[in-house]
């Protein structure tokens, strides 16, 4: 649990963060959105406090952050930034054991823990253990620096912009990999964005900041349908918010009853991605099965209904 | 490295050793250097002893420098130090406008004659370049590089020695070399305040008309400095290897 309580933080006379207070739930990823200069990683680095506020406070887990020396606190948090931020003299296998090897775990321990996360992100240690992160891809060194924020179990993971440098498919697949992680260890996510798309797809909550100012904070679906401001609203975009809205479920979740012909669709499609296969292979209708079994059927009809405001 | 710049690196070697521990193997050579009647193998003392003195005096200097060019570099880019940074540049900078042979006349009457004028004009000398690239190391470290290593919990001490120092090696190490080439070839000049250097020979050399003398100091100081600087370039070259550069 993190509750933020009117923080502030000003640099001279303008105020970076203003009185903003957020309650983050444990076990959930809560997005800030908002665009540059919208304060939102003056207020994720005040959690971990590589900057501190003027006034106000944050308590993670019932405990103030500035009770705490800072370096205790940040070891006991995950931190990953845009540029991932690798030590490029150190080994993979020594990147990822930063945070374990300050807080003094033997070295069997540690190596133990090296090969579990880089199985996780299916790197292979025998492969990469010993490589710099120099002779790494971009979406590897990526992987890497997510692997090194969760070496020491954090209960709570903090994001700055982690994709941002990374080709579409690759930061596709990163922020899939990150959702089953999430969902694996229960780990509660900050992360910062300015991406609208990857703050609904992988936010249970969606914080929009602006000028410093918290505009809203609720679910993506309830953001993308009542927009408390006009600028929220220009930041869901109004052209394709029906497609947003549908991208939040899955075809499991909207199963119809009935009978349709050609290939079932997998039940964990988003709507979204159902719609567009309809509308592709011709068909008004179309199987849902999962593992194989059928469940029922999808329909643009329905998936029409779902799209509209709700 | 080449094939031929190891065996021409090698053979520098070699041609230098040689010429110090036995410099009559030469006799023949640097009589062509002569005039009728003068020796044309330094005979006023041991090359090899002059050459030790030569080093040993280039490497304490050169040492002092490097802890205080160093140290400082570190002490203004801690965010405690940031204000001495203009002060502490105008000090390097001064160290280096002096030229050593005013360093070296101004000192002696300080200081009297012999190694220890030397010794102040070439720390003096090594202070700027030492200090420059080292402030460049340090500041070129990549801002995510530093920004993780706070972020993952290290003290600023651990971020120092674990991340800051190794990134910078390579160019501190690059200060280090420009500031050892030209003190072993302006440690040559502190002879004339009566230092123990290879300067000693080159004078004797002037002194009697001997260009055979000349020569030999002359060869073993340059021997000395391309070496030594090739030494340093290899030392970089695998630093920044090492750093995955």
Redesign the interface.
Known sequence: MIEICDVVKSFGDTRAVDEVSLMIAPHTICALVGTSGSGKTTLLRMI?R?VEPTSGNIRVDGRDVMSVP??????QMG?V?????????WTIARNIA??PS?LGWDRRTIDRRVDELLDLFQLDPATYRNR????LSGGQRQRVGVA?ALAAKPNIL?MDEPFGALDPVTRGKAQEELRIIQQKFGTTIVLVTHDMDEATHLGDRIAVLDKGRLLQHGEPADIIANPATDFVRELVGTTDRAFRLLSLATLGEHVESGTADGEPLEATMTLRSAYSELLWSGRKAAPVARDGTVLGIVTLDGLGRLAARP | MSPLGLVLRLAGLVLLVWLVVQPTAFAGLLALFTRPGQPSVYNQGSLLALTISHLLIVASAIAASALLAVGLAIFVTRPFGVDFLPVSRALANIGQTFPPVAVLALCVPLLGFGTTPTLVALFLYGLLPIFENSLAGLSSV?P??T?????????PM?RLI??EL??SMPLMLAGLRLSTTIALSTAAIGSTVAAPTLGEVIIAGLQTGNTAFVVQGGVIVALLAVLIHEGFVALERSQRR????
């Not at chain 1, 800072?70 to 070891?75: G, S």
């Not at chain 2, 920004?147 to 003290?155: F, Q, R, S, W």
């Not at chain 2, 090492?242 to 550069?245: A, E, F, N, Q, V």
């Open positions: 971990n590589l800072a370096y205790e606190l940040r070891r931190y930034i845009q540029g991932h931020g690798l030590f490029p003299h930063t945070v300050l710099l992160p120099g002779e090194r903090l | 990549p995510p590089v920004e993780a290593a706070k972020g993952m919990g290290m003290k651990q674990g991340v190794p990134l090492r750093i995955g550069l």
